[in-house]
């Protein structure tokens, strides 16, 4: 039986560069384009071919590096991590990259995704003799290899992955290596991209698009990419199994101008749209969108339905995303702090609030009594995913089932909690529809949060007692 778990799950992101000599500062951009996936910490670590050097702390990309001295940071490559924290994990001791010291040489970590049998090999690793540093499931990996070091390096590697469950995209390097890893699955996103003659690889495409790199490729499925001064080979860790990328990295979590798994996300949102509106049509005047993430979602309802979009709510984008505050008070606080209504917009007009999901249903009440409160007609709520009824074990932040209220109530009971006059959903096939290209290889998406199917599964697993990321 899966394990319920506890508390908040977390996102996070990864950026990393072999062969620039402004390794460092480039690392520090690409991790400012990749922000928005993780806020509580941040991390880089440097290869000048002898050493690594590291610098990371709690806060944004911009307060961590505030007081770096990037003179420190010298050499030809790094590695970087943006870090979403949970209450009461937010130490600094678990912010990434994690760098591990030891006679042989040194290797620094970045993952990105959830290890779902990090509790039990962490309990074997401990009986061998392994004393951990943190509370990450991602030093499971490096006492792993450690454990397998009478192989060769990428032998021992290559095992050490081989003996993880879950969701992962990794970035490992060491003085002369830098490894890319990702799930025999693929569901968290990491491409490969050239900046001049150095490599870059990022969770999302965005960080190439900031710091001037081209995309190259994606990393397929159990691949292990090892790239050094010699250039760029692959090898298979794994047999790849059919890719199910997460499918809320389109709906929710990636920036509309990545492209995730070659497929872009703000294209992908506006068919969610267009689909929407096909399958939910409601009489009404205007769509207006909860910024930012539901903007492209909502323009292709308004497009489909012919009714025009309009900008009916305004955020403060100096206010942190809602999910961060840790109690249910704050939570709906931050809310009311972070989006206004446009009175002049939705006042006398039946509106159609489009959202791209609902986890709590915090949000969606919220609007609903703002724009009622600036005169809305009517409120018709149109969400451009499925029900989110389970929550997710390869690292996204969705909550326990208690939680989710798409779990605990029929669609006209969410509704009436949520003050609307309407409510429906995209299906799970019309989701599908909307991301998955049958012209590309490697396609296929995860959607367990909606169906409870999940694509990797960890039995008898213990609930989960050590962070994720
Ligand atoms: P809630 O208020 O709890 O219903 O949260 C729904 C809002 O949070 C939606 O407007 C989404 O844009 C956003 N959201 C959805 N999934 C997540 C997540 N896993 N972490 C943070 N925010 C999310
Ligand atoms: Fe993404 Fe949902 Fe799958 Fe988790 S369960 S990986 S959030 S699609």
């Known amino acids: ?22 390794a460092a500062e480039i690392t520090y951009y690409g991790l400012h384009a990749l922000q928005h996936r993780g806020q509580d910490g941040a991390g880089v670590v440097t290869s000048d071919g002898e050493r690594l050097k590291i610098h990371k702390d709690l806060g944004l990309v911009n307060d961590v590096f505030k007081n770096a001295d990037f003179q420190d ?46 509790y039990k090999l962490r309990g074997e690793l401990e009986r061998d003799g392994s004393i951990f540093q943190t509370t990450s499931d991602t030093e499971v990996l490096a006492h792993l290899i450690k ?75 159990g691949e292990l990419v090892v790239i050094d001064n010699n250039g760029i080979s692959s090898k298979k860790f794994a047999d790849a199994e059919p890719r199910t990328m997460c499918a809320m990295e389109y709906v929710y979590f990636s920036r509309p101008d990545s492209n995730v798994n070659r497929v872009n996300v703000h294209a992908s949102r506006k068919k969610m749209g267009i689909e929407l509106a096909k399958e939910s049509p409601v009489e009404a005047d205007v769509v207006t969108g909860v910024p930012d993430s539901s903007i492209s979602a909502a323009i292709g309802y308004a497009e489909q339905s012919g009714l025009p979009y309009e900008l009916g709510l305004i955020k403060n984008r100096y206010v942190g995303r809602t999910f961060i ?17 446009v009175r002049g917009i939705v006042e006398g007009k039946r509106v159609i609030m489009i959202d791209d999901s609902i986890v709590r249903g915090t949000t969606s009440k919220r ?13 018709h709520v149109r969400i451009a995913s499925p029900p989110i009824t389970n929550p997710c074990y390869y690292g996204i932040d969705m909550s326990t089932k208690e939680e989710l209220i798409a779990a605990n109530y029929s669609l006209y009971g969410m509704a009436k909690l949520i003050g609307a006059d309407s409510l429906a959903y995209l299906s799970e096939e019309g989701l599908k529809r909307a991301i998955v290209r049958e012209d590309l290889p490697h396609q296929g998406i995860c959607t367990a949060c909606f169906t409870g199917e999940y694509p990797v599964i960890e039995k008898g697993q213990k609930t989960i007692e050590y962070t994720k990321c």
């Open 325 to 341: 505050q840790p109690s249910q008070d704050l939570r709906e606080q931050g809310v009311k702090m972070k989006l206004s209504p």
């Open 367 to 379: 609007i609903v009594r703002m724009l009622k409160d600036a005169g809305a007609l009517e409120v």
């Open 147 to 221: 454990r397998n070091s009478t192989s060769d390096y990428e032998t021992a590697l290559m095992e050490a992955l081989r003996s993880l469950v879950g969701a992962y995209a990794f970035l490992i390097m060491k003085e002369n290596k830098l490894y890319i890893a990702t799930d025999p699955r693929g569901l968290r996103p990491i491409s490969i991209g050239r900046l001049g003659g150095a490599y870059v690889v990022a969770s999302e495409t965005c960080a190439f698009d900031l710091v001037g790199a081209s995309f190259e490729r994606e990393v397929i499925p």
């Open 1 to 22: 039986m899966l394990a319920e778990i506890k508390g908040l799950n977390e996102e996070c992101g990864v950026f990393g560069i072999w062969g620039h000599e402004k």
């Open 73 to 118: 940071l010298q050499g030809n490559a790094a590695i970087g991590h943006v870090r979403y924290a949970t209450q009461g994990d937010g130490g600094i001791d678990n912010i990434q990259p994690l760098l591990f010291r030891s006679q042989t040489g040194s290797v620094a970590l970045a993952h990105n995704g959830n290890i779902m049998n990090a």
